[in-house]
């Protein structure tokens, strides 16, 4: 009881010598409030990210993390409205800062447009979820990549190795959206490969047929024990100038596909080098011969 009323006597002592140094009182007011909203806000993130984790493992991952984002704003709002209300003196001295109000509100209202548009068009994708966290998405201009995350201004998709591609909301709300991943938890892309005439098909078939099961990046087409886990290869066709094999290769949504051709690309070329069976391409014969009335080559 002692130590209260000796806390509460410091601190109208501490709150009385504030006053009296005038402007310099009300500016370390406002720092030591400031300090002290950071501190609630930084403990108020750590238990909503735990809360938002266990959400976000439960389902429903776009909508939770739009939510996520959006309660971390209000926070912070709410904490930067407090740190300049939290007294008459230093609210008065907020005031100052923030003279000109009716200018300065008119600015930030034509710049705010197009968060207020993003921020909508992501409360419509957060409820419509066209596409989760880890869906693999093509976009009408061609962009594609792998969901990562959503905030109130972009959706990040994750594109090729490690770049990131940030894309507003109201962008991706105008276009045409390709899910790759909807209703589905395995995806597959048509692969074929070229041999020169006189090859042996059947090898090369064969050496395909392995490297799809041998990449990190495929997963079985069938449940195992099915008898066929993996797309057999095909004999697809007798070309211009090449025989056709193809083959179908399953992959899980959130491998890249660029990953994974690159990968069976790579082993089907040293594989097919090391077997000596040719990979055709086109060429050119060039046949010079000599005019005798005027020595000109012709091609």
């Known amino acids: 009881m002692q130590v209260e009323e000796n806390m509460t006597d410091y601190l109208i002592r501490f709150d009385a010598w504030l006053n009296s140094i005038g402007i310099a009182g009300n500016f370390i007011r406002l720092i030591l409030a400031a300090l002290w909203a950071f501190l609630v806000v930084s403990i108020l993130f750590r238990i909503g990210r735990l809360i938002f984790r266990k959400k976000l493992k439960a389902g429903n991952r776009i909508q939770v993390r ?16 407090w740190v300049f209300n939290i007294g008459d003196t230093a609210g008065n001295f907020g005031k100052v800062l923030f003279q000109g109000t009716a200018i300065i509100g008119a600015i930030i209202g034509l710049a ?12 419509m994708i957060s409820i419509s979820k066209p596409f989760e966290i880890g869906d693999r998405i093509e976009l009408q201009s061609g962009i594609a990549g792998i969901v990562k995350d959503i905030t109130i201004r ?3 998709l994750q594109g090729i190795g490690t770049t990131d591609v940030i894309i507003p909301n109201s962008v991706i709300n105008s276009m045409a959206v390709t899910n790759l991943s909807h209703g589905s938890g395995i995806r597959s892309v048509f692969m074929k490969f070229n041999i020169a005439y006189g090859s042996d098909v059947e090898k090369a078939m064969s050496i395909v047929s392995k490297i799809v099961v041998d990449s990190p990046y495929t997963i079985p087409a069938h449940p195992e024990g099915s008898g066929i886990e993996y797309s057999p ?10 025989l056709v094999i193809a083959t179908t290769v399953y992959y899980d949504p959130a491998t890249g596909l660029g990953d994974l051709k690159n990968d069976i690309n790579l082993r089907v070329n040293r594989k097919f080098n090391e077997e000596g069976i040719e990979i055709p391409y086109n060429y050119v014969n060039v046949v010079m011969r000599n005019d005798a009335t005027n020595s000109k080559e012709v091609l």
Do not use: R, T, W
């Open 112 to 123: 705010a447009q197009p968060v207020i548009s993003d921020l909508c068009c992501g409360i």
């Open 154 to 156: 972009h959706v990040v």
């Open 66 to 81: 739009f939510i996520e984002n959006i309660l971390k704003i209000a926070v912070i709002m709410i904490a930067v409205f």
């Open 233 to 242: 290869v095909y004999f697809m066709e007798f070309g211009e100038s090449s």
